[in-house]
């Protein structure tokens, strides 16, 4: 016996004869039922489309005559009796809206059923063919898992909403250094922050530490480490959580006795301070990665870089690229968390006089200058300028290249490369290579 999709008629009668009897309840019924297509009878699809029709032009009286004036012929057998019939079947309107929630759940279940018949079909395809298929079927279940009842248009709903997000800062989230958070007002849930340089211009180096200072803060991060593996991450967390550990005794070994004490007693305080880190190296791509923030749901995830994700069937860089701010774009608003992307820029740069960086060298740039809120570039002038850079060896220039919401500028950090750390100020990375070169 063929097993039957899940359906409720005893519901789906119910509501659409409470909505006929006291018209009240229509918007409470049309908060999880907004179309014809939840329900699964056919004729039931038909009056509750003529209902909602009636209801939008603001008909005075929705009852079994009006609707059946609605109706499209032959689509209700006996339409007169059979709507009737139901509102002669409810004796309270109370529980409508638990009925509508009813019918709602059963659609649900139908589509995710539908869904698995479509992915079964496909089992027995090899390659590309498969992996294409299987995309785009993880696509519409992750469009049934996102699913949320849909809502007429509410002004005071809207205006509320509206004051709480000005009003309340939970929404907000420093970087972590004083100028760059006075400069922007830090990163905001439900939007995309993008950090890009050239090579060698401190982007990990700066993103490692937003990490750092998230993760101080009590944020749950989420941390995809492509250009580095997991290890090498670690390492240069550790040594920002130590007082003299460098990256350069780190990578060969070379450890003191005092700096190999501090390495062991460090252990206790990142397992309890990073507790709320997750972090990859094999998600390569943005399927999978999507699934990670589905299934984590961060406060905050950085992506070290967007220019390694695949996008299975997708070639072109560009459509590629555009496919995956899109993606993150839309997990930042379903799941109410920031982005923090890392991008690197093209050569363009390199081949100019001032080569600080603008927009249009962002390698592949159209969507991603579309499509983040916020754009930080890193510039480390030594690198060009060695005998006279205006910043020095220990500066390092961010120059916020597009806030969507505010001002645009550039901020002098300091930077000690081989302690993996980006400070507030020039002044304090230099009182920090002091300290060090006193206590060696």
């Not at 992750?142 to 000005?166: A, V, Y």
């Not at 101080?216 to 670690?234: D, H, K, Q, T």
């Not at 003299?244 to 450890?255: E, T, V």
Request: hydrophobic share 40%; net charge negative.
């Amino acid at each position: 016996m063929a097993q039957l999709s899940p359906h409720s008629i005893e519901a789906e009668r119910l509501i659409l004869g409470q909505a006929m009897t006291d018209n009240s309840v229509i918007d409470q019924i049309a908060q999880y039922i907004p179309e014809e297509t939840v329900f699964y009878n056919m004729a039931h699809q038909h009056i509750w489309k003529s209902i909602l029709s009636l209801h939008r032009e603001g008909a005075q009286v929705i009852d079994p005559i009006t609707v059946v004036a609605q109706i499209p012929k032959d689509a209700v057998e006996e339409p007169s009796f059979y709507l009737t019939g139901l509102t002669s079947e409810v004796h309270t309107t109370a529980n409508a809206e638990q009925y509508a929630k009813v019918v709602y759940e059963k659609w649900l279940l139908r589509k995710v059923i539908l869904q698995s018949k479509k992915i079964e079909k496909v089992m027995d395809l090899d390659g590309d063919g498969a992996h294409q298929a299987l995309q785009r079927m993880n696509r519409e279940i992750e469009d049934i898992l996102n699913l949320r009842i849909r809502q007429d248009f509410d002004l005071d709903n809207l205006l509320d909403s509206t004051i709480r997000h000005m009003t309340v800062t939970d929404n907000i989230i420093p970087f972590g250094f004083k100028p760059i958070d006075d400069l922007t007002g830090g990163m905001t849930k439900g939007e995309i922050t993008v950090v890009a340089g050239r090579p060698g211009h401190f982007k990990s180096t700066m993103t490692i530490n937003v990490v750092n200072s998230l993760l101080n803060r009590g944020y749950n991060v989420l941390v995809f480490n492509r250009e580095m593996s997991n290890v090498e991450m670690m390492k240069k967390l550790i040594i920002l959580e130590s007082n003299s550990l460098s990256y350069h005794n780190m990578r060969m070994g070379d450890f003191t006795g005092k700096e190999m004490e501090e390495l062991n007693s460090i252990k206790s305080i990142v397992t309890e301070k990073y507790k709320n880190l997750i972090m990859y190296d094999d998600v390569f791509d943005i399927d999978r990665a999507m699934r990670e923030i589905r299934k984590h749901r961060p406060d905050v995830v950085v992506d070290d870089y967007i220019g390694l994700i695949d996008v299975i069937g997708i070639e072109d860089n560009r459509i590629r690229i555009d496919n995956i701010m899109k993606q993150y774009k839309r997990a930042c608003k379903t799941y109410d968390m920031a982005a923090l992307l890392v991008s690197q820029l093209n050569r363009a740069c390199e081949d100019r006089n001032n080569k600080r960086p603008i927009l249009r060298d962002l390698r592949d740039s159209g969507s991603i200058e579309q499509d983040a809120e916020m754009i930080l570039f890193m510039y480390y002038d030594w690198r060009y300028n060695y005998h006279e850079s205006m910043v020095g060896e220990h500066g390092i220039e961010v120059v916020l290249g597009k806030n969507r919401y505010g001002k645009t500028g550039s901020k002098v950090l300091g930077v000690v490369g081989d302690r993996c750390r980006i400070l507030d100020s020039k002044d304090d990375a230099m009182i920090e290579m002091k300290r060090l070169k006193n206590e060696r």
